[in-house]
C-alpha cells in the first residue's frame, strides 16, 4: 500500500549514542516533516523540508539534524541522544495541493537510557 | 502565524451518546482545516478536512464537523458514540502559500460502556 514508512519502530538508547530514524514515502510528495510526540504536548514540529533540497527548523530542533536524501526520503538524526529525546517520532508527508493534509507514518518509539 | 486550541484534553461519553470535540483556530489567512485520529499506539488518520467549500463536513466513520467564522470554530461531532471511537483526536490548521500544519495538542476520547 502507498504510504510513509519509518524505520525502525522500536529503539533503545544509551545516553550519548546517535542512530538515524529513516522515513520514506512513495506519493511523489514534495514536502515532509518530522514530529515528536510527548504526552500533553501534541505533536511538536522538529524539522521539515518544503521540497527537495530544501530543510527548515520547526519549533523543536535542538539536539537533531535531517537529510533530505531525495525527494522519497527524509531522515532525522541524533547525533548524542539525551533522555529528554525520549517520545515517539512521526514521519509525515504532503503534496498534490495543499487541502491535501499530511499523510503520517505509524512511528517510531524511541527511548533514552 | 496560526495556532489552534483544543478545550479539554479528555473528553468522557458513554456509549450512543453525543461525542463533542471542540477545536478553535487563528489564522492570519483563509484557513483549512482538518481532524485527525489517533487509535493506540499508531500514527495519525485523516478523519475529515474543510477546504474553504461546504461549511459542514462529513468525514470517516460517522464523524462530521461544522466550519464556523465568527467563531472561529471547527468542532467534531457524532450523534452516537460507539467503543471503537475510543482515541486521540488532534486538530489542525493550515493555509497560506505553504503546506505547513499546526496542530492542537489533541483531546482524549474516553467511551464507556
Known amino acids: 500500500n502507498a504510504g510513509v514508512t519509518q524505520t525502525p519502530k522500536f529503539q533503545v538508547l544509551k545516553t550519548g549514542q546517535s542512530m538515524t530514524l529513516q522515513c520514506a514515502q512513495d506519493?511523489?510528495?514534495?514536502?515532509m516533516y518530522w514530529y515528536r510526540q510527548d504526552p500533553g504536548m501534541g505533536l511538536r514540529l522538529i524539522y521539515y523540508?518544503?521540497?527537495?533540497?530544501?530543510?527548515d527548523k520547526g519549533e523543536v530542533p535542538n539536539g537533531y539534524n535531517v537529510s533530505r536524501l531525495n525527494k522519497r526520503e527524509f531522515s532525522l538524526r541524533l547525533e548524542s541522544a539525551a533522555p529528554s529525546q525520549t517520545s515517539v517520532y512521526f514521519c509525515a508527508s504532503s503534496g498534490g495541493d495543499r487541502y491535501y493534509g499530511y499523510t503520517f507514518g505509524s512511528g517510531t518509539r524511541l527511548t533514552v537510557v | 502565524a496560526q495556532s489552534v486550541t483544543q478545550l479539554g484534553s479528555h473528553v468522557s461519553v458513554s456509549e450512543g451518546a453525543l461525542v463533542l470535540l471542540r477545536c478553535n483556530y487563528s489564522?492570519?489567512?483563509?484557513?483549512?482545516l482538518f481532524w485527525y485520529v489517533q487509535y493506540p499506539n499508531q500514527g495519525l488518520q485523516l478523519l475529515l478536512k474543510?477546504?474553504?467549500?461546504?461549511?459542514l463536513v462529513k468525514g470517516i466513520n460517522g464523524f462530521e464537523a461544522e466550519f464556523k467564522k465568527s467563531e472561529t470554530s471547527f468542532h467534531l461531532t457524532k450523534p452516537s458514540a460507539h467503543m471503537s471511537d475510543a482515541a486521540e483526536y488532534f486538530c489542525a490548521v493550515g493555509g497560506g502559500s505553504n503546506y505547513k500544519l499546526t496542530f492542537g495538542k489533541g483531546t482524549l476520547l474516553t467511551v464507556n460502556p
Open positions: 523540508s518544503a521540497s527537495e533540497g530544501t530543510t
Open positions: 474543510y477546504t474553504s467549500a461546504a461549511t
Open positions: 489564522s492570519s489567512v483563509p484557513p483549512y
Open positions: 506519493m511523489n510528495h514534495n514536502s
